[in-house]
């Protein structure tokens, strides 16, 4: 029943009659009460993700676990409930025909109101959302509080937060209403300080930002804006801004034309409103073919109050212990972990990764104080590997300074670390001690494959007693011969591709100093030219002594080692691109491995695993080790172990279902993976 006196359901029905209009009939406005209850006293939120729909939908998804973990409901006398999350036109359309239907009785204002909150009041748990190709907005009820710091922090693909400002189709766009708009916004939160206003445009920012294309492709670079070209309403972007500038001089600061690089001198030399900017983008809607957004383009304007400054995307696919080609990225890696989480256990969790390679699920699980992780490979190289990149990113700056140096040398055409000690009492470079162990890998195989060879134990037990430097140095020769196979008969050309990968290493090297350099309050908080940045403590990458506290490695098939009791199991397996295993070998190892980790499993439990859908480069994918085929293979495993797989009672926004799994997820040149998550539920003996 609901509570006639309850605060909530009082603010909501003053609200609902100021939407209602006319005596005989009465009419009503579902965009009214959208605009008053979750516009203007609820709180609209904006999110900017780094990659978009070309590349995976599992961002959205990652969201809402994030909101759903991080929401205070304050809902007084009333239990906590699931979130329950609906596309704006839905809801719009939704609540129209409900007020509408209910309107054909023709009640009095106050007998349609009670009837109104009696079936809102189911709704009262409900987030809405507007899902565009490469970001989302997210609207709250009055009575929610959004901890919008953790979700940018914990999110492996959110760029950038704030609050929603403004957002229209740019084609319905009015200039009256879109400078109304922002200079209201800006009269509630400059307090007589300028506001500084960026236009995220292809003339000021892509000329400028190509050295970071590969983390721009499929994200970024699709929602800036030709501010030169676009009209809003019948005059040019450039001249609205103009006006903007001129009827708001004293609470708005418009980045002037140029170069990007230069804003943060403007900021420094302006006095401003600190740790936001207003940023102005274009995204667009979703179609109904995936991966490809419509035409319909919306212009955005969101208050920029928080930017992923995460150290681990800035590496992705890259760290320095790195032994192959289709590794999973960080942000993927993230966004499996984070969609496990609003179902977690409150006590310690159990994490299990049976194929863990150079440790990305590891790495990102480490965010979380209270997850245990355990780790399984078979290659005797993987746990110095895990350990590598942990060392990598606890190292203190002055550390990294160095690295950077030793880098830069080896770019040197005259670096003396390639030369041969004339003497034998001189010991050898770090770069001719890892080449020397380096020569003695397998050459290509018959079929002249460079894509993936199995380190052997020999030789990982020679690089194990080597020093840090040698191994980087190592890793630097080993994607440097994966990358780049053709050159390695030629010496001039293998130096000239290993400089190569030095320059990029050296590249996120430095750009990891300058993130640590930045850092603020508690080793959170980073200074950022447009906004506050968010970023994990380095203390979380603990020294290799301590880390043991919370990652257990074993050395191993995964068919055969079983794990302790987990309640989470995410992995990678291995498919056939990165390895030489025969097919019959390799559908033995998942099936077994499948059937020991769900044999492991708690009562309740979560299995996230990546598998391959289709290959872009004409490599042939096994059937079995595909998404329709594993998805069989768990269900009926899981059976055999008293399991049932559970579906969450849960609304499911339109747009082709785009938070329920399976995701997907696209590399630009090699694949297409699909990402399964299942939760299991232990059967009750029926006697």
């Not at 036109?89 to 509408?100: H, K, M």
């Not at 030709?226 to 006006?243: D, M, S, T, W």
């Not at 494959?449 to 020769?477: G, H, M, T």
């Not at 998942?590 to 598998?611: E, F, G, H, N, W």
Request: aromatic share 10%; proline share 6%.
């Amino acid at each position: 029943m609901r509570d006639p006196n309850d605060p909530i359901d009082k603010r909501l029905g003053e609200t609902f009659l100021q939407c209602v209009t006319g005596a005989k009939p009465l009419q009503f406005s579902a965009d009214k009460l959208f605009a008053k209850w979750f516009q203007d006293q609820g709180k609209p939120y904006f999110f900017l993700f780094r990659k978009n729909l070309s590349r995976t939908n599992i961002q959205f998804a990652e969201l809402v676990s994030l909101i759903r973990l991080h929401t205070n409901q304050n809902n007084v006398g009333h239990p906590k409930a699931d979130l329950q999350f609906v596309m704006v036109s839905e809801f719009l359309g939704g609540i129209q025909r409900v007020v509408d239907d209910l309107l054909k009785s023709k009640p009095s204002k106050s007998v349609l109101c009670d009837a109104f909150l009696d079936l809102y009041s189911a709704l009262r748990h409900t987030i809405l959302i507007q899902v565009l190709h490469g970001s989302c907005s997210v609207y709250l009820p009055p009575h929610m509080t959004l901890d919008m710091l953790k979700v940018c922090q914990e999110a492996g693909y959110i760029h950038s937060c704030g609050r929603s400002v403004y957002s229209c189709d740019l084609n319905c766009a009015s200039d009256t209403d879109f400078k109304r708009t922002l200079s209201s916004y800006l009269d509630k939160i400059s307090n007589g300080t300028p506001v500084f206003f960026v236009v995220y445009s292809h003339e000021d920012f892509s000329r400028h930002d190509r050295d970071y294309a590969s983390e721009l492709r499929g994200g970024l670079d699709d929602v800036k804006i030709y501010a030169e070209k676009y009209f809003i309403g019948n005059k040019p972007l450039v001249r609205v801004l103009q006006e903007l500038k001129e009827e708001n001089d004293k609470t708005v600061f418009i980045a002037q034309p140029g170069p990007y690089t230069q804003h943060k001198e403007q900021r420094e030399t302006t006095e401003l409103v600190p740790g936001k900017s207003i940023m102005l983008i274009i995204d667009r809607a979703v179609s109904n073919h995936r991966g490809h957004p419509s035409d319909q383009q919306i212009l955005i304007c969101y208050d920029q109050e928080f930017k992923n400054q995460s150290p681990l995307p800035i590496f992705e696919e890259n760290k320095p212990a790195w032994i192959a080609h289709t590794t999973i990225p960080h942000t993927l890696a993230a966004a499996m972990v984070n969609i496990t989480r609003p179902i977690w256990p409150r006590d310690a969790v159990q994490l299990y990764d049976p194929f863990s390679g150079t440790g990305t699920i590891a790495l990102e699980a480490l965010k979380f104080h209270n997850v245990q992780i355990n780790c399984n490979d078979a290659s005797p190289l993987a746990k110095t590997l895990l350990f590598d990149n942990l060392e990598f990113f606890a190292k203190p700056i002055d550390d990294l300074e160095q690295i950077g140096k030793d880098l830069k040398a080896l770019e040197e055409p005259d670096c003396n670390e390639y030369d041969v000690p004339p003497l034998r009492k001189i010991p050898p470079s770090p770069y001719r001690t890892a080449m020397s162990i380096f020569n003695e890998l397998p050459s290509a195989d018959d079929d002249g494959n460079n894509e993936w060879f199995d380190i052997p134990e020999k030789i990982a037990e020679k690089l194990n007693k080597q020093s840090f430097a040698v191994r980087f140095r190592f890793y630097i020769a080993l994607r440097t011969k994966l990358r780049h196979a053709a050159a390695f008969d030629r010496k001039a050309a293998w130096l000239n591709s290993y400089r190569e990968e030095v320059k990029t290493l050296r590249f996120q090297t430095k750009r990891l100093i300058s993130l640590r350099r930045a850092t603020k309050v508690g080793g959170i908080l980073t200074e950022g030219t447009y906004s506050q940045g968010c970023t994990i403590n380095p203390k979380l990458f603990l020294s290799r002594n301590k880390v043991h506290d919370r990652i257990k490695f074993t050395n191993g098939d995964a068919a055969v080692n079983r794990p302790p009791l987990v309640d989470l199991v995410i992995t990678d397996p291995p498919y056939g691109f990165n390895n030489e295993i025969g097919t019959v070998q390799l559908a033995k190892l998942l099936t077994r491995t499948l059937d020991v980790v769900l044999s492991r499993m708690k009562p309740l439990a979560q299995l996230v695993i990546a598998v391959p859908d289709y290959s872009h480069s004409g490599r042939r994918i096994p059937l079995f080790a595909t998404r329709v085929w594993v998805t069989i293979q768990v269900i009926a495993l899981a059976e055999l172990q008293g399991f049932e797989t559970v579906v969450p009672a849960r609304i499911a926004p339109g747009l082709n279902n785009i938070l329920e799994p399976p995701f997907y997820w696209t590399s630009e040149k090699a694949l297409t993976r699909s990402i399964l998550h299942f939760q299991f539920r232990k059967k009750k003996d029926p006697r």
